[in-house]
């Protein structure tokens, strides 16, 4: 039974499309978050939700929306793909900062 | 802003030796987090460590936190092929605790 599930697991889209990632957990966590690992591996915060509150919001173009319509659900909406938001995107999910996050199997975006 | 700094950023070694990596960052904080990835793959927790002094071991790693000096160290020992991976620290920015800040990565290949 998988803890941190997202849907895709691939998406190749063209330049201009516009997609959606969904995320869900079943740990019973109140925090749920984006991040985004580029080709070099390096992983970015990009959104935090608490009990569908967004707590934390990053540097991040306005072409990314989350949304989160439960605290097990956090979707991450992203408008006009460019080929820069090629990467692999995980959902994350924590119970607090004593006890590390869980991380999703991950979604690897191409965009052509 | 909390910057984290691993070296090395990629290590090959032999199987058998020991080797550290290294984890700096540059704001106070009690909250350091190691995960394992491997290619392709989503991240896996090791360690949690929580407190200045914590010291934690799972067979032939352990992770150990020195606050004051804002440094951690990822030992192995007598390293195997399957310890072959890609290993992150992570840590808490204290302000808000729900935000995690990784390292580069160090990429650890262990040769047979």
């Known amino acids: 039974d998988t803890a941190v599930s997202q849907t895709p697991k691939y998406l190749v889209t063209q330049m201009g499309n516009d997609k959606s990632i969904k995320c869900e957990q079943n740990?019973?966590?109140?925090?749920m978050y984006w991040y985004k690992q580029d080709s070099k591996k390096f992983l970015k915060i990009m959104f935090s939700?608490?009990?569908?509150?967004?707590?934390i919001n990053e540097t991040v173009p306005n072409r990314f929306s989350p949304k989160s319509p439960d605290k097990a659900h956090l979707n991450l909406h992203i408008n006009s793909l460019e080929l820069g938001d090629s990467a692999v995107y995980f959902c994350?999910?924590?119970?607090?900062?004593?006890?590390?996050?869980?991380f999703g199997s991950g979604t690897r975006l191409t965009v052509v | 802003e909390l910057k984290v700094e691993q070296n090395p950023l990629f290590l090959s070694m032999q199987e058998g030796k020991n080797y550290t990596i290294y984890c700096n960052y540059s704001?106070?904080?009690?909250?350091l987090y190691w995960y394992r990835q491997d290619p392709g793959k989503s991240l896996e927790s090791l360690f949690v460590?929580?407190?200045?002094?914590a010291v934690k071991q799972e067979g032939r790693l352990m992770a150990s936190l020195d606050t004051k000096a804002r440094l951690s160290t990822l030992h192995i020992t007598a390293a195997v092929h399957d310890l072959s991976a890609t290993y992150f620290c992570?840590?808490?920015?204290?302000?808000?605790?729900?935000?995690?800040?990784f390292g580069k990565g160090t990429r650890l290949h262990i040769l047979p």
């Open positions: 740990l019973g966590h109140d925090t």
């Open positions: 939700y608490n009990n569908k509150e967004l707590i």
């Open positions: 704001t106070t904080s009690d909250r």
């Open positions: 994350a999910s924590s119970q607090g900062s004593g006890y590390g996050y869980t």
């Open positions: 460590l929580l407190s200045n002094g």
């Open positions: 992570a840590v808490a920015a204290t302000a808000a605790y729900d935000k995690i800040i």
